[in-house]
């Protein structure tokens, strides 16, 4: 079983405050589907048929309907443009499962990418024409080593009228993917595309220019202990048990880290530049991934990964996690970094907090756990909670 | 060197220990104090009864933000002048 590792970024056309370009994600138990739709045009029609296209097609396929009926409701569905007569969006489906298969549909967009360890793979494409449109579909088979990216035609003609008179053109840019770190995150690859997109263009987009990017990695654990355990003589027991668990271990919470502080035998050590306001700053013990504050942080991080998951709040998020303090590390490990997340939750009361005037009780931190359990969930993840 | 630990367990971060540890800076910086004393921040002091907890020469006091420089000038000055 892999974890897919799947990205994608926009940059619209300059002076366009919608993109014409949308990506649709959906996350299955078995299986990622991503469709990548390029509307006609620009700007709010273009964005309404990319959206609708990409929308319908990742709904459909998730229901287990068939690459016709989908093609074919979409067809029947799209508005048609009053200008150009035309209700046109190419589209690009792409599912890839966790042992790694995957299945991809084109229609009139780029052709696909898929590197392997610096070489460029050629995929066996098959035509197939649905409603007088020609699909073609490929299917093989991803490892660790490859990379597959696909682009708007935005990405391809990035540069034109600006410093390349033919824009940065299909073998080029497979040239540029081959030559990426293996190593990278599928997050470094479309930022990598689209930073070149920006150049070629000198950060005046012709047009609307997306990537996509999906590699498959080994799948990570993360065991988050939170809360001392119920009963203080078993914390030495139940700590080492935790650290012994596969994975990262991440602690949230001032009397959880003091436990494994001295589990471990060391010194806690306060880092006072992730200090702000809102968010008490991270620990640093040897041997932990993160050391937080508890109740806060897993708030401030909850706040974060649920604007991750909608729409319209993605791209606040996403500056978020780029800061750096104890809520945004937080959740980048568990959006980024995790597949199967243990929650040890401690089920000792503190009694301070059952007081009146404190607002965070120990009610309020077991429907916090849950609540962080159903909102990694929902991002396709593994979520065991173990209390102890 | 001494240190000053100051709390940012739950309790006592929403009890403004963010302030303190500010405030704790700034007067050891203004009184010229950075080679004798260091203000750090700890997870949880164990006293969330008596929040904010401050630790100094291995004593809890409860500090807020308002006796934050009476609590400086009463109990730390007199140990490193």
């Known amino acids: 079983m892999y974890f897919i590792d799947a990205a994608s970024k926009s940059i619209n056309k300059a002076g366009e405050e919608l993109c014409g370009d949308h990506v649709e994600y959906i996350n299955l138990v078995d299986s990622k589907i991503l469709v990548l739709s390029d509307g006609l045009g620009s700007g709010v029609k273009a964005n309404i048929l990319a959206t609708l296209t990409s929308k319908i097609a990742a709904t459909m396929l998730k229901e287990g309907a068939t690459i016709e009926e989908t093609v074919d409701t979409i067809v029947h569905t799209l508005p048609i443009c009053r200008e150009r007569h035309l209700a046109y969006s190419t589209f690009t489906i792409i599912r890839v499962f966790n042992d790694g298969r995957a299945y991809i549909a084109e229609f009139d967009s780029p052709s696909v990418f898929v590197v392997k360890?610096?070489?460029?793979?050629?995929?066996?494409?098959?035509?197939?024409?649905?409603?007088?449109?020609?699909?073609?579909?490929?299917?093989?088979?991803?490892?660790?080593?490859?990379?597959?990216?696909?682009?708007?035609?935005?990405?391809?003609?990035?540069?034109?009228?600006?410093?390349?008179?033919?824009?940065?053109?299909?073998?080029?840019?497979c040239k540029f993917l081959q030559e990426i770190d293996k190593n990278a995150e599928s997050k470094q690859v479309v930022d990598a595309v689209l930073d070149k997109c920006r150049e070629y263009y000198e950060n005046e987009a012709g047009d609307d220019a997306t990537a996509i990017a999906v590699k498959i990695r080994k799948q990570e654990t993360i065991?988050?202990?939170?809360?001392?355990?119920?009963?203080?003589?078993?914390?030495?027991?139940?700590?080492?048990?935790?650290?012994?668990?596969?994975?990262?271990?991440?602690?949230?919470?001032?009397?959880?880290?003091?436990?494994?502080?001295?589990?471990?035998?060391?010194?806690?050590?306060?880092?006072?530049?992730?200090?702000?306001?809102?968010?008490?700053?991270?620990?640093?013990?040897?041997?932990?991934?993160?050391?937080?504050?508890?109740?806060?942080?897993?708030?401030?991080?909850?706040?974060?990964?649920?604007?991750?998951?909608?729409?319209?709040?993605?791209?606040?998020?996403?500056?978020?996690?780029?800061e750096k303090n104890a809520a945004a590390m937080l959740a980048t490990l568990l959006i980024e970094r995790c597949d199967n997340l243990n929650l040890w939750v401690g089920q000792a009361v503190n009694p301070v907090h059952q007081r009146g005037n404190y607002p965070m009780d120990f009610q309020f931190k077991m429907n916090q756990i849950k609540e962080l359990a159903s909102v990694v969930e929902n991002m396709g993840k593994k979520v065991n909670i173990i209390y102890i | 060197m001494k240190d000053i630990q100051v709390c940012i367990g739950s309790v006592c971060h929403l009890k403004n220990s963010y302030d303190i540890i500010n405030r704790l800076n700034e007067l050891v910086n203004s009184n010229g104090y950075n080679d004798k004393l260091k203000v750090k921040a700890a997870f949880c002091l164990g006293n969330c009864e008596g929040a904010v907890c401050v630790k100094f020469d291995d004593v809890i006091y409860t500090v807020l933000p308002e006796t934050t420089d009476k609590f400086f000038d009463e109990t730390i000055r007199s140990k490193v002048d």
């Open chain 1, 117 to 173: 360890n610096g070489e460029r793979v050629e995929l066996k494409k098959v035509k197939k024409t649905i409603n007088n449109k020609q699909i073609y579909e490929s299917s093989f088979t991803l490892d660790k080593d490859s990379l597959l990216v696909a682009v708007s035609d935005g990405v391809i003609h990035a540069g034109v009228g600006h410093s390349l008179a033919l824009g940065w053109q299909w073998k080029n840019i």
């Open chain 1, 223 to 322: 065991n988050l202990f939170t809360g001392p355990p119920k009963d203080p003589d078993k914390d030495y027991e139940i700590i080492k048990k935790i650290l012994q668990a596969e994975g990262k271990v991440v602690v949230c919470g001032g009397t959880s880290s003091s436990i494994v502080a001295r589990t471990l035998g060391v010194e806690m050590e306060v880092d006072l530049s992730t200090m702000t306001v809102d968010i008490p700053p991270v620990g640093i013990i040897k041997g932990i991934e993160l050391v937080t504050e508890g109740v806060i942080t897993i708030g401030k991080a909850l706040d974060i990964m649920k604007d991750f998951m909608s729409v319209s709040m993605h791209r606040k998020a996403e500056k978020n996690m780029q």
